[in-house]
């Protein structure tokens, strides 16, 4: 794949398909790839469509009961509901007695009641089932869910986005220049990766508080190690390469050599360190907000979603925890089978 | 080996001087005024003054840098800012717990990931080895918080085969009583990236010649897994375990924290709620220590899974 440009002008001939288009044919006809990708997409256009508030913008509105059951699993449920309201208008019954002689505060019940004629009083309808179930306060999974992947697809791929940006820069820079330069960005490297992955992320953490933007910043300031170790070895290859050598040789610049030149040829590797990122991401997102560290409680995120299910758990009602957790895993599965397809599909080895 | 030793030891002192800059920088400067955070809700500016002069924040920086310096080489990072332990007092008490979780995980996990790939790549290609494949990628992609929250409530709450959460002095108690939980909890979870893992490594090994000329000369197919081809994975999964190890000591910080599990991995995250810097200071520091250790040993022992690695 190294040098599509002198392929491209091969004389006597069409000139051969890139290796972008070549990549792209061979996972169309991987059926897995695009049923992963037409999942991926799905998961964004839900997302999008959340974030402008074209669905599950009233996610916090309390449509159902307390722990309104998943819709199905009704048939169940109703025999329960109808025994609880039986028991609520016996005991209506027996409050009846007129108490009125002994009662301090019933020559007042009449102005109260007047009082109260005055105020309207809207009585919310509470359905006793909802698609997926409802949380504590009533509100409805599905959409709490859908709300959730906002957060957690955001944090995904605007982490893994920073994170990838300063892993290719600092690997291209460490590659391309070597000596000086070099040394000092793999002091870098080392300091970063000296310190155990999870404690870094936790430091950052403890000193730049709580917020989605914040936990962009520290899963992007951390993250990118991996990315720049393997690019500088990329750049290290490829600035020796003839075709380096031959844009050298015309005069072209050393900026325009490192991202004009080197960059699209090894721009494979860093979308599949993208997506690898992404999905590591959306993990720590979710243990992270868990926790307490990541969005703030009024912001629904996965990860909230399951540290409210923990409790929920131990009282029999489970849909929350299997909702979000489906949600994430779905996700998850598909993004990861995605990179398989995009790895083999962009190996040169199997052209 | 003497001569290397001193060179790799020699080396880790810039990356341990950026540690501590790193460390510095993010406590000092980035993080606040501690004095504010110390003073608690309602400040009083003579009790923040009285604070600032006692953390030394009053100093100029490099005062302060020099003072850290200190406090990393003479192992006293002063008392926790929540509960007024002395921090080496709370690291060294926390180091069991973890150690007594996390070294049956890692000894259980290795085994059984190594014994479980080397089946695999045996059968590769068959449907033994897709199936495999398949349900490790499923039960990669849920969340570590499923799991926990689903087997603790399984095996501790509704099936009580071992004891919800809980942690007693005695070691042995622990070992038998509290630890299987988490710790089967642990290896599972682990399991499936490790087997993909350790799986390719034998795999590319297996593609390789030598495997072929064994075959050859009629070796048996044991021999040539067991001999050949276990031998010479042994560098990469050696590797990947080495990576590994130094997180052992933070432990699975979200296993002690469900298990109620006092040790490190739940000292962090109270620290970083109580905004304790001194113990996380002293946890990050001493943590990249042991991690460059740990690193100059995996690759001395290099030099002996494969005595061709020759030590420069």
Known sequence: ?351 | MGAYLARRLWQMVPTLAGVIALVFVLFNWVGGDPALILAGKVPDPAQIENIRRQLGIDQPWWVQLWIFVQQVFTFDFGRSWSTNQLVSDVILSRLGPTLTIMVPMLLLETLLAVTLALLVAWVRGSLTDRVVMVVTTVAMSISFLVYIIVFQWLFGYRLAWFPVQGWSEDLWTNLVKFAPLPVLLGVFVSLAPSLRLYRSFFLDEIGHDYVRTARAKGLSERRVMLRHVLRNALIPILTYVGIGLPSLFVGSFLLEMFFSIPGLGREVIDSVNRSDFPVIKAITVYLAVLTMLVNLLVDVLYHYADPRVKLR
């Open chain 1, 1 to 351: 794949m190294s040098e599509p440009a002198v392929i491209a002008g091969a004389p006597g001939g069409a000139p051969s398909p890139g290796l972008w288009r070549i990549a792209w044919r061979r996972l169309l006809q991987d059926r897995l790839a695009v049923a992963c990708m037409l999942v991926v997409v799905a998961y964004c256009g839900v997302m999008l469509a959340s974030a402008a508030g074209l669905v599950a913008s009233d996610w916090e509105r309390e449509v159902g009961v307390t722990y309104a059951a998943p819709a199905f699993l009704i048939s169940l449920h109703d025999v329960r509901d109808e025994e609880a309201g039986g028991a609520i208008s016996r005991r209506a019954e027996f409050d009846a007695v007129d108490l009125s002689d002994i009662d301090p505060l019933a020559p007042r019940y009449d102005e109260w009641r007047r009082q109260t004629a005055d105020v309207d009083v809207e009585s919310v309808e509470r359905s006793l089932t909802l698609p997926l179930g409802g949380d504590q306060w009533g509100r409805d999974i599905l959409r709490k869910t859908v709300k959730g992947s906002e957060v957690s697809l955001t944090v995904g791929l605007a982490a893994a986005l920073i994170a990838t940006l300063i892993g290719t820069l600092l690997g291209a820079l460490a590659g391309y220049w070597g000596g000086r330069v070099n040394d000092l960005l793999e002091w870098l490297y080392n300091v970063f990766t000296s310190i155990p992955y999870v404690l870094l992320i936790l430091a950052f953490a403890a000193v730049l508080g709580r917020g989605m933007l914040t936990i962009i910043l520290i899963l992007g300031l951390t993250g990118w190690t991996g990315v720049y170790r393997l690019m500088r070895a990329e750049y290290l290859k490829h600035r020796e390469r003839e075709y380096v050598l031959a844009a050298r040789a015309i005069g072209v610049g050393h900026l325009t050599r490192m991202f004009g030149h080197i960059l699209p040829n090894t721009s494979h590797v860093v979308l599949v360190q993208f997506s690898l990122l992404v999905v590591a991401f959306i993990k720590t997102e979710v243990i992270l907000s868990f926790l307490g560290l990541g969005v703030p409680v009024e912001v629904v995120s996965w990860g909230t979603m399951l540290a409210e299910a923990q409790n929920e758990l131990v009282m029999g009602k489970w849909w929350q925890l299997a909702v979000a957790g489906a949600a994430m895993a779905v996700l998850v599965t598909a993004i990861s089978l995605l990179t398989d397809a995009m790895r083999d599909a962009l190996d040169p080895k199997l052209r």
